[in-house]
């Protein structure tokens, strides 16, 4: 098995961020470092160490998803000393989150220590559909929904079409459905300041079939088989 897929497979990170971890010369295959990138090693025998510490595929996985609270940082660590989702999380087992929410968005993420679930949910090959529900201030206009309908142009850039369907409005704000199927940074966000809305709430309710539901702010419930294996083996 190459190197990056063993590393990812045991939740270290994604693939591609396990090509990083790999060239920065902090991997050891059986006590020598190893910073080629496409490096063969045999999973059952050869010992490998991220940092000093031996990485193993794990012999149980774990997939949770969590309602993440606004205020919290999607990563184990923050220079800021912000708070993470991990303290959210009640695990023995070292996990890793499948994406990422801003800061300041809320709702649906899911958790795992099978770095191949993490890769196949985030991969824009995959297609999976994120929906999120965007609250602002005043009442949506048509023309700016055909707008973010079509791809807004960014810097001279058009960013990816979105399916977008008003929710509600309350004399105040307007709530509406956003399904984006590529996850690029703050693309919901950035969508919305191309046309000159703030967002005042954030949140994702749906990644693929799998739904935020009546899950509560902070808690984290696992993943069904059936939620498992739409991922796994496909839509
Ligand atoms: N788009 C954003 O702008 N922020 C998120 O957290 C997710 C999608």
């Given at each position: 098995m190459r190197l990056n897929?063993?590393?990812?497979?045991?939740?270290?990170?994604?693939r591609r961020k396990c090509d990083e971890i790999i060239l920065s010369g902090r991997v050891c295959v059986g006590g020598k470092v190893c910073n080629v990138l496409g490096t063969e090693i045999n999973e059952k025998k050869d010992v490998v160490t991220l940092d000093g510490v031996r990485v193993k595929i794990p012999e149980q996985f774990v997939y949770l998803k969590l309602n993440k609270p606004k205020g919290y940082v999607c990563s184990a660590k923050d220079e800021k000393g912000r708070k993470t989702i991990f303290q959210l999380v009640n695990s023995t087992t070292r996990l890793v989150n499948v994406g990422r929410l801003d800061y300041n968005t809320e709702g649906l993420i899911f958790l795992t220590n099978d770095g191949n679930f993490a890769n196949l949910v985030t991969h824009p090959r995959f297609h999976f559909e994120k929906e999120y529900h965007v609250t602002v201030e005043g009442e949506m206009k048509e023309s700016e929904l055909a707008v973010l309908r079509?791809?807004?142009?960014?810097?001279?850039?058009?960013?990816?079409?979105?399916?977008?369907?008003?929710?509600?409005?309350?004399?105040?704000?307007?709530k509406l459905s956003v399904i984006i199927e590529e996850g690029q940074n703050h693309q919901v966000r950035r969508m919305f300041a191309a046309i000159g809305k703030d967002i005042v709430l954030l949140k994702r309710v749906r990644i693929g079939e799998v739904r935020l539901g009546g899950l509560s702010r902070g808690k984290t419930k696992p993943l069904t088989q059936q939620e498992i294996a739409y991922f796994l083996e496909g839509k």
């Open positions: 897929k063993f590393l990812s497979t045991c939740g270290v990170a994604s079509a791809g807004v142009v960014e810097n001279g850039v058009r960013m990816p079409k979105a399916k977008v369907m008003p929710i509600s409005f309350d004399g105040k704000l307007s």
